[in-house]
T-cell receptor, first 110, second 116 residues
Framework: TQLLEQSPQFLSIQEGENLTVYCNSSSVFSSLQWYRQEPGEGPVLLVT?????EVKKLKRLTFQFGDARKDSSLHITAAQPGDTGLYLC??????????FGTGTRLTIIP | NAGVMQNPRHLVRRRGQEARLRCSPM?????VYWYRQLPEEGLKFMVY????????ESGMPKERFSAEFPKEGPSILRIQQVVRGDSAAYFCASSPLPASPVDTQYFGPGTRLTVL
């Protein structure tokens, strides 16, 4: 059983469209992180959300932490080819180790 | 300040050989974490080390895998007698303090191990 389920698993959309990807769990977390991983590279931290209901914006990316702190969403406005990558949510669960979600592989078609 | 460095970036081994993966954490970071990413799967925690100590190896296979982080030099992940199922990307991350829910682990570019 996965601690963090991400959906959709794969998403392919045209440049300029908007999209939302989700990270869900039945557990409550004190915080949640989103990473982007490009092919051949390691994950890079995009944002950490810590308060239920919190919304953080990073240029065209909007991150939201659910009120109950069990889920999160990432919304991208006017997607660009540079947004292509694997998006991972993650939490610190247990002894300082990051637990990652199943990932959403996003492809933006020019 | 250089980021987390891993070498080699690509490693090819035949079944039964040993693989050694190296990780140099960011300057000033004394906490190192190793993760494995199998093809088409997510990142899975393997082991957490501080200088000269293994703190948590709950994600490491019990046989053939070992890790160290000596007082001097890089952290090493060693896989003995590799099998095809060991083919994966291995990532190292470092942090200056024990990772907390609001702190950041910085990831290296990974070593892609292929076992023939």
């Amino acid at each position: 059983t996965q601690l963090l389920e991400q959906s959709p698993q794969f998403l392919s959309i045209q440049e300029g469209e908007n999209l939302t990807v989700y990270c869900n769990s039945s557990s409550v977390f004190s915080s949640l992180q989103w990473y982007r991983q490009e092919p051949g590279e390691g994950p890079v931290l995009l944002v950490t959300v810590v308060t239920g209901g919190e919304v953080k914006k990073l240029k065209r990316l909007t991150f939201q932490f659910g009120d109950a702190r069990k889920d999160s969403s990432l919304h991208i406005t006017a997607a660009q080819p540079g947004d292509t990558g694997l998006y991972l949510c993650a939490v610190i669960f247990g002894n300082e180790k990051l637990t990652f979600g199943t990932g959403t592989r996003l492809t933006i078609i020019p | 300040n250089a980021g987390v460095m891993q070498n080699p970036r690509h490693l090819v081994r035949r079944r039964g050989q040993e693989a050694r993966l190296r990780c140099s954490p960011m300057k000033g970071h004394s906490h190192v974490y190793w993760y494995r990413q199998l093809p088409e799967e997510g990142l899975k925690f393997m082991v957490y080390l501080q200088k000269e100590n293994i703190i948590d190896e709950s994600g490491m296979p019990k046989e053939r895998f070992s890790a160290e982080f000596p007082k001097e030099g890089p952290s090493i992940l060693r896989i003995q007698q590799v099998v095809r199922g060991d083919s994966a990307a291995y990532f190292c991350a470092s942090s200056p303090l024990p990772a907390s829910p609001v702190d950041t682990q910085y990831f290296g570019p990974g070593t892609r191990l292929t076992v023939l």
